[in-house]
């Protein structure tokens, strides 16, 4: 699937069906997650894989009741990080910052990958982490960051996105370019990115 194609069909799925994910892809999905970036390379990630039906279960029975849907999911990801690590090379900002920014990245992989082969996810973030440790065995250095609910199934209605426009500023905070002709109704993001580099002087014609 082209890359365009695969950002713009990413959804969240949280209605599965019975059809299982095979551990080919599954596999396939956890290499794109430690393809990821991460500060100074240090791979602070780990994955637990959760397939067997009755983890599942007791793994969604101390999520909120909201999240009792994904019970039907087919794969279970629990993504955590190794915080001790990360603190150990960067101190407090580590622990705090760099320790789920690596493992963030790595979840956006494993969603694009999943989309690009087809299979529905989830991204879960709400859940009581001590509940999850226990659950899982988890040691005290490994902290749960997401749970990635994986399966076949139809993608919950879409959301609608605000334009690029209002998330960009220029040289600094709360400036916006006033040139409407950055701004085109109807623009790609790819001819807004040239139309920006030319005024900026970065595109040059060969």
Same mark, same amino acid.
């Given at each position: 699937?082209?890359?365009?194609?695969?950002?713009?069909? &990413?959804?969240?799925? &949280?209605?599965?069906?019975?059809?299982?994910? =095979? $551990?080919? %892809?599954?596999?396939?999905?956890?290499? #794109?997650?430690?393809?990821? !970036?991460?500060? /100074?390379?240090?791979?602070? $990630?780990?994955?637990?894989?959760?397939? =067997?039906? %009755?983890?599942?279960? &007791?793994?969604?029975?101390?999520? !909120?009741?909201?999240?009792? $849907?994904?019970?039907?999911? +087919? @794969?279970?990801?629990?993504?955590? +990080?190794?915080?001790? =690590? @990360?603190?150990?090379?960067? /101190?407090? &900002? /580590?622990? #705090?910052?760099?320790?789920?920014?690596?493992? #963030?990245? #790595?979840?956006?992989n494993m969603l694009l990958r999943a989309t690009d082969l087809k299979i529905g996810s989830c991204w879960i973030g709400t859940f009581e982490e001590k509940d999850l440790i226990d659950v899982l065995e988890l040691p005290t250095d490994l902290r749960p960051q997401a749970i990635l609910a994986l399966g076949y199934g139809e993608a919950d209605e879409e959301k609608p996105r605000e334009p690029l426009q209002s998330f960009v500023f220029f040289e600094k905070y709360g400036q916006k370019e006033r040139d409407t002709g950055v701004w085109p109704l109807g623009r790609t993001a790819k001819n807004i990115a040239e139309a920006v580099g030319k005024k900026k002087g970065l595109f040059h014609k060969r």
């Open positions: 699937m082209e890359f365009e194609k695969v950002l713009k069909e &990413r959804k969240s799925v &949280r209605m599965f069906s019975t059809k299982q994910v =095979h $551990w080919d %892809d599954l596999s396939e999905i956890l290499q #794109a997650g430690i393809l990821a !970036p991460s500060s /100074g390379n240090v791979q602070n $990630w780990m994955f637990i894989v959760i397939k =067997h039906k %009755d983890q599942i279960d &007791r793994l969604v029975e101390v999520l !909120p009741v909201e999240q009792t $849907w994904a019970k039907k999911a +087919s @794969v279970l990801i629990v993504v955590c +990080s190794d915080v001790a =690590h @990360v603190k150990m090379l960067y /101190g407090n &900002r /580590g622990e #705090a910052l760099y320790a789920v920014q690596n493992c #963030a990245a #790595a979840i956006e």
